[in-house]
């Protein structure tokens, strides 16, 4: 969610900028970086679905537990 | 073609009122978003934030960024989080203890160089620039401009951005794909098993509701062909609760009629 956070303060920078610069390639590529949040969301939260299916808890961090 | 956003150059009242009522409130949201106990409050921040941003988006002559962020942002990606978030379970926390060691520092420290490098790069790009405005660009409207854009300068961009939709989306039911707890049976082994039950009952199965009686709510019960209730039609939560009423109020009369 934090990630979502920054991602949308990128694409606001983007906007405002494009609107001084008179170009629409800010708003281009906010549009982009847009899908690509949305993809990363997706699979990230997929993740989330599996570790929790596996291990009936939540927490990422015990993720490292396989290295010794 | 319409325009929301004020010509540029200085910021007017209603520009400038619009920001000043709006911003804090995104600020005071998103930070509530990180210091919220709760996960859900913490999801419906964000969703306001994101809601702001897309009058913002609007308010700068970029409507169709601000639609789509309405549509896409808070319409399916803080939902697919709410939909996580209650199937994981609105409880379950994580622990604060940090693993790795030396992160927190580390990662002030980063953070701090990194916003300075991009102030820097950006103000070095933006100030002194003379503000534009987006009237030229939008002179078509703000959906055409942008698809003249991406589809003679990003259209590389645009087929590899589609490539990866479909590889999350393929990748996101690989992921959450489950096997089935128990495999389903084939059709021979159903029929099968129907005719090795214990009454032809199972064989014939049951009538359909209101075959023998008037009523087909969940608390009367279906009827056999014998009159008797058919138990598989008995819910036991309301068995459990008293409230399954009786289906002699609601049985069928069969009218007799005289022989001739």
């Given at each position: 969610m934090c990630i979502e956070l920054m991602l949308n303060a990128a694409n606001l920078a983007f906007v405002t900028f494009s609107r001084i610069h008179g170009n629409l390639a800010g708003q281009v590529t906010s549009f982009f970086t847009m899908v690509v949040a949305a993809c990363e969301v997706v699979v990230g939260l997929a993740i989330i679905v599996a570790i929790y299916r596996s291990r009936r808890s939540a927490s990422v961090d015990d993720a490292s537990l396989l290295k010794r | 073609m319409d325009s929301f956003a004020i010509e540029v150059g200085q910021t007017l009242a209603p520009e400038a009122t619009l920001f000043w009522i709006l911003a804090p409130l995104a600020v005071v949201a998103a930070l509530g978003m990180l210091f919220v106990k709760k996960a859900v409050h913490s999801a419906l921040l964000l969703a306001w934030v994101m809601v702001t941003l897309a009058i913002f988006y609007i308010a700068q002559d970029a409507l169709f960024l601000g639609i789509v962020q309405i549509i896409v942002y808070t319409g399916a990606v803080m939902m697919l989080f709410l939909f996580i978030l209650m199937l994981v379970g609105v409880d379950s926390s994580d622990s604060l203890v940090e693993n790795i060691r030396g992160q927190r520092p580390l990662a002030i420290t980063a953070a701090i160089g990194l916003s300075g490098l991009l102030v820097s790069l950006i103000a070095r790009a933006n100030l002194g620039v003379e503000a534009v405005g987006l009237r030229g660009a939008n002179s078509e409207g703000n959906v055409q401009g942008i698809a003249r854009e991406l589809f003679t300068n990003y259209v590389w961009a645009f087929e590899v951005v589609s490539a990866l939709l479909i590889t999350a989306a393929v990748g996101a039911m690989v992921l959450a794909h489950s096997n089935p707890a128990k495999s389903r049976t084939a059709q021979r082994d159903q029929s099968i098993a129907r005719f090795r039950g214990t009454s032809l009952a199972t064989a014939a199965g049951l009538p359909s509701?209101?075959?023998?009686?008037l009523h087909n709510a969940v608390d009367v019960p279906a009827l056999l062909p014998d009159g008797s209730p058919a138990p598989s039609s008995i819910s036991a939560t309301l068995e459990a609760r008293g409230d399954m009423l009786s289906s002699k109020p609601f049985e069928l009369e069969v009218k007799k009629e005289e022989e001739d």
């Amino acid at each position: 969610m934090c990630i979502e956070l920054m991602l949308n303060a990128a694409n606001l920078a983007f906007v405002t900028f494009s609107r001084i610069h008179g170009n629409l390639a800010g708003q281009v590529t906010s549009f982009f970086t847009m899908v690509v949040a949305a993809c990363e969301v997706v699979v990230g939260l997929a993740i989330i679905v599996a570790i929790y299916r596996s291990r009936r808890s939540a927490s990422v961090d015990d993720a490292s537990l396989l290295k010794r | 073609m319409d325009s929301f956003a004020i010509e540029v150059g200085q910021t007017l009242a209603p520009e400038a009122t619009l920001f000043w009522i709006l911003a804090p409130l995104a600020v005071v949201a998103a930070l509530g978003m990180l210091f919220v106990k709760k996960a859900v409050h913490s999801a419906l921040l964000l969703a306001w934030v994101m809601v702001t941003l897309a009058i913002f988006y609007i308010a700068q002559d970029a409507l169709f960024l601000g639609i789509v962020q309405i549509i896409v942002y808070t319409g399916a990606v803080m939902m697919l989080f709410l939909f996580i978030l209650m199937l994981v379970g609105v409880d379950s926390s994580d622990s604060l203890v940090e693993n790795i060691r030396g992160q927190r520092p580390l990662a002030i420290t980063a953070a701090i160089g990194l916003s300075g490098l991009l102030v820097s790069l950006i103000a070095r790009a933006n100030l002194g620039v003379e503000a534009v405005g987006l009237r030229g660009a939008n002179s078509e409207g703000n959906v055409q401009g942008i698809a003249r854009e991406l589809f003679t300068n990003y259209v590389w961009a645009f087929e590899v951005v589609s490539a990866l939709l479909i590889t999350a989306a393929v990748g996101a039911m690989v992921l959450a794909h489950s096997n089935p707890a128990k495999s389903r049976t084939a059709q021979r082994d159903q029929s099968i098993a129907r005719f090795r039950g214990t009454s032809l009952a199972t064989a014939a199965g049951l009538p359909s509701s209101g075959v023998y009686a008037l009523h087909n709510a969940v608390d009367v019960p279906a009827l056999l062909p014998d009159g008797s209730p058919a138990p598989s039609s008995i819910s036991a939560t309301l068995e459990a609760r008293g409230d399954m009423l009786s289906s002699k109020p609601f049985e069928l009369e069969v009218k007799k009629e005289e022989e001739d």
